[in-house]
């Protein structure tokens, strides 16, 4: 069966600073790969995904990913982080057909 | 404008009691999705559904039950077996069957005393 893990459970930036989250998965094909974005109280937002060619992908809020293969890996990145991106992100992964699993997250706290 | 609504935002209910999330698209996707949400623990999949009329259990389904009698509709509902019901429930759909993009509701808060 397919895994995710997210190794940071909290993560704190300062606004104008670069961020990058961890993904890795564990599956034994090509997987389909995802981040979404979640605000307190809120439903998860797609930000991008992966399904195939270009390895590094390009998402909304300026946000972007990039499979690595050998390192089953899919980490998210933004060169500059605003207050606004505070919020917990959701790294998942489509292997099998018709679900998705979920990382268990990581909540971004954004300081001044 | 095309969405997933879910109502209500916040639900409160007696042990004992049985209650129904609702969750309605209007999107025409034609696979639904229930999740729990608990602090910590991401997203843990209740039950999908990819057509009318049919539904699967997914990892935690025990104490829950479903139905799909129209596309736009799949209401979840939290039967007294559920020994934890206090949750964030996030209702999803996706375009086809491959459930490999999902768009999310923006959930509903149970509270069980």
């Known amino acids: 069966a397919q895994s995710v893990t997210q190794p940071d459970i909290h993560i704190t930036v300062s606004e104008g600073a670069s961020l990058e989250l961890r993904c890795n998965y564990s599956?034994?094909?090509?997987?389909?790969l995802f981040w979404y974005v979640q605000s307190p109280g809120q439903g998860l937002q797609l930000l991008l995904k992966y399904f195939s060619g270009d390895t590094l992908v390009q998402g909304i809020k300026g946000f972007e990913a990039e499979f690595k293969r050998s390192q089953s890996s899919f980490n998210l990145r933004k060169p500059s982080v605003h207050w606004s991106d505070a919020a917990e992100y959701f790294c998942?992964?489509?292997?099998?057909?018709?679900?998705?699993?979920f990382g268990k997250g990581t909540m971004l706290l954004v300081s001044p | 404008d095309g969405g997933i609504t879910q109502s209500p935002k916040y639900l409160f209910r007696k042990e004992g009691q049985n209650v129904t999330l609702s969750c309605e698209q209007n999107l025409n996707h034609d696979a639904m999705y229930w999740y729990r949400q608990d602090p910590g623990q991401g997203l843990r999949l209740i039950y999908y559904?990819?057509?009318?009329?049919?539904?699967q259990k997914g990892d935690i389904a025990e104490g829950y039950s479903v139905s799909r009698e129209k596309k736009e509709s799949f209401p979840l509902t939290v039967t007294s077996a559920q020994k934890n019901p206090t949750a964030f429930y996030l209702c999803?759909?996706?375009?086809?069957?491959?459930?490999?993009?999902?768009?999310f509701g923006p959930g509903t808060r149970l509270t069980v005393t």
């Open positions: 998942a992964v489509g292997a099998g057909y018709s679900t998705l699993t």
């Open positions: 559904s990819q057509i009318v009329n049919d539904f």
């Open positions: 599956y034994g094909a090509t997987p389909y």
């Open positions: 999803a759909s996706s375009i086809d069957r491959t459930g490999y993009e999902q768009y």
